[in-house]
């Protein structure tokens, strides 16, 4: 019989995987909340059009989409952002602004995998929606700079441009708005050949591209602003004054671009160098997308951490994470104990207890070695002698003490 593989670029998440990511989305999911945000869910599965109409080549070439059993143009989420605007349009339209959303959950893109990078992978993102000033911007990048900071990775960079400032320069360079998606997919790449040969396609001059390469090469600190000659700059600069404020240190990079189509404003990106090629942990900036999907236009700025990159990152940085141990292993050491086992072992989980029991019938030695395997703190030992005085003994697995109590007693010596 042919062994069944997972489909390419998915995992398994065993136990081990589990509690780990499930500790890290906690911690996540407290800093939101602590700012502010609420945890909002949408479907995994959209209808097609949501994403074709603002996410821009990189996300279209890379949809999962298909037809449901009623001919219907399926696509399953490459994002979050598209799916959650949809839903303020159709059910938070009418909530006091701004709404300070978030989420968590799988996303599908077809891409080539690698270290990385997945065909299903999970963002925690953040959207703040009904506004686009400094403060909202530097609101959600103090958000994403905590949530990396309470994860506890170390090496990470922040970096914070404005798409709005290079759309403007290629739009007045004279490439259509319908062209400039291209444009900013091979500058977000930075192929500047491939870029300059679409620019003078559309009549722009090499001395402007030139000019325009050279905006997106302008990075350091917000001394640097001064060469930008456009009125966002002073934006940027407030945005960065703000950050200061609450104590968050970021790069001024207008090379920003993003793989999304759908940003207008301040854009930004954070990358843990040690995870080389794949190493944007998290991105976001400004945008506008309600008035897309049927509602009003309302500015919303928010950001997705690639929750399995950083983690991938807090590896490199030889951050471990210990396995929960259960607080006791209770060992029948014969058949007639094994009833009044399973009432101790019931006793201890109504006391908040994490308690297992040998179900496998295992004499005391091996039952011992297992208890260790799990991780047990404790081994209960529940013995003919001692049972005909109501009684057990606590191995403390660490020390190897043990003593003899008094079965109502043993919530309250473990504790
Ligand atoms: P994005 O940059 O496309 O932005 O994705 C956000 C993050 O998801 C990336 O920085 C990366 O860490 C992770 N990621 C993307 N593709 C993969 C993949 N194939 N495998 C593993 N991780 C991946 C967005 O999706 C926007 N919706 C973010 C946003 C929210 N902008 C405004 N609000």
Known sequence: ??????????????????????????????????????EVATPIFEESELFVLKSGPNILNEIYAFKDKGDRDIALRPELTAPVMRMVVNELSNEPKPLKLFYFGQCFRYERPQSGRYREFFQFGAELVGTANPESDAEVIALASSMIKALGLKDYKLRIGHIGILRQRIVSAGVPEGNIPEVLQKLDKKLYDEAEALLLTHKVSKQTCRDIFELTETVGGTDVLEK????????????????????????????????????????????????????????????????????????????????????????????????????????????????????????LREENISADIDLMGRKMAKAMKHASTVGAR????????????????????????????KIKDIAKTIH
């Open 378 to 405: 404790y081994a209960v030992i529940v013995g003919e002698k001692e049972l005909a005085e109501d009684s057990v003994t606590i191995r403390d697995m660490v020390s190897g003490d043990q003593k003899t109590v």
């Open 1 to 38: 019989m042919t062994m069944i593989q997972r489909p390419r670029g998915t995992r398994d998440f065993v136990p081990d995987d589990m509690e780990r990511r499930r500790s890290y989305e906690n911690i996540l999911r407290k800093e939101a909340v602590k700012f502010g945000f609420r």
């Open 228 to 347: 930008v000659n456009d009125s966002s700059a002073a934006y940027l600069k407030e945005v960065v004054g703000l950050l200061e404020a609450m104590g968050v240190s970021a790069e001024i990079d207008m090379g920003v671009v993003r793989g999304l189509d759908y940003y207008t404003g301040m854009v930004f990106e954070a990358e843990a160098p040690a995870l080389g090629a794949e190493k944007q942990i998290c991105g976001g900036g400004s945008y506008s997308l309600t008035e897309l999907f049927g509602g009003e236009k309302v500015f919303s700025t928010g950001f997705a951490i690639g929750f399995d990159r950083i983690l991938l990152a807090m590896e490199k940085e030889g951050m471990e994470f210990k396995r929960t141990p259960i607080d006791v292993y209770v060992i029948p050491v014969s058949e007639s104990t094994r009833t009044q086992s399973f009432a101790i072992v019931s006793k």
